[in-house]
């Protein structure tokens, strides 16, 4: 069955740097717009950048635009997460998320509505950034 796990969360300091992977299985991912979301204890969860299933259109959050990059290699079934210059704020629980695989998903929409066709999600992995 289909099932997305992420990885490479952790501690890093203010200014470091962290790559997430999130590995999927059940599912071939080149059919799937992917996207990185993040939830603080007490907040609704965020959508971080979404990535269409062809790697042709990218949204990034203002907050991490600059900062984070996604990418994705289908051959591997995976989709990255590469966190640099790190805050205090970027602290969260992060999630990978794919859309129902059906294609032409607005991958602005998909970040800014984690409900909107984000259909498998993976459980998440924490990031703390704190010196």
């Known amino acids: 069955q289909v099932r997305l796990v992420e990885s490479g969360g952790g501690l890093a300091q203010p200014g470091g740097s962290l790559r997430l992977s999130c590995e999927a299985s059940?599912?071939?991912?080149?059919?799937?717009?992917v996207g990185w979301f993040r939830q603080a204890p007490g907040k609704e969860r965020e959508g971080i950048s979404c990535?269409?299933?062809?790697?042709?259109?990218?949204f990034t959050t203002e907050s991490v635009q600059g900062r984070f990059t996604i990418s994705r290699d289908n051959a591997k079934n995976t989709v990255y997460l590469q966190m640099d210059s790190l805050k205090p704020e970027d602290t969260a629980v992060y999630y990978c998320?794919?859309?129902?695989?059906?294609?032409?998903?607005?991958?602005?929409?998909?970040?800014?509505?984690?409900?909107?066709?984000?259909?498998?999600w993976g459980l998440g992995t924490q990031v703390t950034v704190s010196s």
């Open positions: 998320a794919t859309d129902d695989g059906f294609g032409g998903t607005p991958v602005q929409r998909m970040c800014l509505e984690p409900t909107y066709r984000n259909n498998y």
């Open positions: 990535l269409s299933s062809s790697a042709e259109t990218l």
């Open positions: 059940g599912l071939s991912l080149h059919y799937y717009a």
